[in-house]
């Protein structure tokens, strides 16, 4: 144990009335590290609110709030905001937690005073929590480690995979921002405004998580959405990367060439012609792009 009180842990809850009570007692099993959960129920139209409540009413630690239906970055930037801990930890209402995670992962932030966000190896299940491999995962945890460049990996491949995998330095918050109001990739995003701003990335390659793969998972629904979404913040990437051509030359280059890879070059030249016209605005704040015509654009060119 690596002290009492240390993490706060935020819970976006949406429509997972099946899978929330076992995300919570996921939680309260990591022990007395864990300071509060601040569970922020997005206008679920089931049961969700409901279990929740009945089960934090044995756990003085929970705290829950409901609001009308926002998106998961909105819900995660509530819940960041109230985390009065020295650390976030985030954990989606479907996933769940291994035993003695947070452990791990605060043993890795104290050891390290030059790391801002330590994530984990992860296992994947079904909806009745039976494991399944994911080869698509394992072929881009190889190429994640042997990179030794987050920023660029997590262009490639986001091995991270979701907020889930994020335990961070509460200050990181206050000092990057929050999520952007993005969809499917508020998460890679985050990630690569750290590696964009110098922080760093820890990662054990542990399996201390796992992520739940089911028929309403939201990366599952809508592909063009998805890629729209990854060509818009690997973009801002290189665009953020291009500033410093000297220092960052062959990183630029590097991206190009994983841009081309997955065929977003279009869209990503449509990206920066966009930040270029708009230098003053970022992800984080404005949500890229706000306009109808540039998100056609953008559909087109994935």
């Known amino acids: 144990m690596e002290g009492e009180g240390r993490v706060s842990v935020v819970i976006p809850l949406y429509n997972h009335s099946s899978y929330i009570e076992c995300a919570l007692e996921s939680v309260i099993e990591q022990g007395n590290i864990v300071r509060e959960v601040i569970v922020i129920d ?17 756990h003085s ?5 409901g609001q009308t239906n926002c998106g998961a970055a909105v819900t995660l930037n509530r819940g960041v905001r109230a985390a009065t801990a020295e650390y976030v930890a985030i954990l989606n209402s479907d996933d ?21 966000l330590v994530a984990s190896g992860l296992s994947f299940v079904n909806d009745e929590g039976v494991a399944i491999r ?28 979701t907020t889930s995998n994020f335990v961070a ?78 220092a960052n030359g062959a990183r630029v280059q590097q991206a190009w060439q994983i841009l081309e890879k997955h065929g977003l070059t279009r869209a990503a030249q449509a990206c920066i012609a966009y930040f270029d016209a708009n ?3 970022s992800l984080a704040t404005n949500g890229l792009p706000a306009d109808a015509d540039m998100k056609s654009k953008l559909l087109l060119a994935v």
């Open 61 to 65: 630690r929970i705290r829950i709030a």
């Open 169 to 246: 330095r509460r200050r990181v918050f206050d000092e990057l921002g929050g999520f952007a109001d993005l969809r499917y990739a508020h998460d890679m995003d985050f990630g690569l405004r750290l590696a964009l701003n110098r922080r760093r990335i820890g990662f054990i390659d542990r399996e201390l998580l796992s992520y739940r793969v089911h028929e309403t998972n939201t990366i599952k629904e809508n592909h063009a959405g998805v890629r729209v979404d990854w060509a818009m913040v690997a973009s801002f990437f290189l665009w953020g990367l291009s500033h410093d051509e000297a």
């Open 96 to 116: 769940v937690w291994a035993p003695n995670r947070l452990d791990h992962l605060v043993r890795a932030l104290d050891r390290d005073a030059g790391l801002d």
């Open 42 to 58: 997005d206008g679920s139209q089931d049961d969700s609110l409901q279990i929740a409540r009945q089960f934090a009413a044995g």
């Open 279 to 281: 230098p003053s605005g």
């Open 134 to 161: 994911n080869a698509w995962y394992e072929e881009g945890l190889d190429s994640f480690i042997a990179r030794r460049d987050p920023g660029l990996a997590l262009m490639d491949a986001n091995v991270l995979m």
